[in-house]
């Protein structure tokens, strides 16, 4: 069974530029989570999708955006990027996200801002 | 609010040596899902276990243990035997009413020298 799918693995962009990640759940699953990997803050989650509708959000600024789509892939967009927005971001996915689910994450998109 | 700690932000043994990666946790949730997520050089977190907080019955895959006592809200894993290929950043993770939006330590990382 196919993983988490994400695109692209590397990017870099420029200081104003936006961004779109894409990712790809393991088949039948329905929730998707984004998290950025910096060297500094760790881990950290910035929002979960199912069923098309944002149902978590982290503590990210309004620059960072997501969506679902029906076949549950999600993308994630990022405005006007700023230098530390330099990351790793990961996409993860569960069943229905619920308490008893586990997650599984992709390989991630790094993400460099120049 | 939740919290994971891993203490150890780096650890290096010589292969062969046992080592024990450390977990704390804290939340109020009384039903609650740990995980411990293995992160290699390509970037992606692979799922290692999970482990509801009902059950403290501590698990043995392979050379990898885990163990959860309650009681003082821990989380340690520990490698027999630990080879190179164990080199990676080890994550922690808490996970309460929605999987998807689980709690990360800052990980701890593994150098496995020949």
């Known amino acids: 069974k196919a993983g988490v799918t994400q695109t692209p693995r590397y990017l870099i962009k420029t200081r104003g530029q936006q961004v779109t990640l894409s990712c790809s759940p393991i088949s039948g699953h329905r929730s998707v989570s984004w998290y950025q990997q910096t060297p500094g803050q760790g881990l950290q989650f910035l929002f979960e999708?199912?069923?098309?509708?944002?149902?978590n959000k982290g503590n990210f600024p309004g620059r960072f955006s997501g969506r679902q789509f029906s076949n549950s892939r999600s993308e994630m967009n990022v405005s006007t990027l700023e230098l530390g927005d330099s990351a790793l971001y990961l996409c993860?996915?569960?069943?229905?996200?619920?308490?008893?689910?586990?997650?599984?994450f992709g390989e991630g998109s790094w993400l460099t801002v120049v | 609010a939740q919290k994971v700690t891993q203490a150890q932000t780096e650890i290096s043994v010589v292969e062969k040596e046992d080592v024990t990666l450390d977990c704390v946790y804290e939340t109020r949730d009384t039903t609650y899902y740990l995980f411990w997520y293995k992160q290699p050089p390509s970037g992606e977190l692979v799922f290692l276990i999970r482990?509801?907080?009902?059950?403290?019955q501590n698990e043995i895959s392979g050379r990898y243990s885990w163990n959860f006592q309650k009681s003082t809200s821990s989380f340690n894993f520990t490698i027999t035997a630990s080879q190179v290929v164990d080199s990676a950043v080890y994550f922690c993770a808490l996970g309460s009413t929605n999987a998807g939006k689980s709690t990360f330590g800052d990980g701890t990382t593994l150098t496995v020298k020949p």
């Open positions: 482990r509801n907080s009902f059950d403290e």
């Open positions: 999708y199912f069923s098309e509708t944002q149902r």
């Open positions: 993860a996915s569960s069943l229905d996200g619920g308490e008893r689910n586990t997650i599984y």
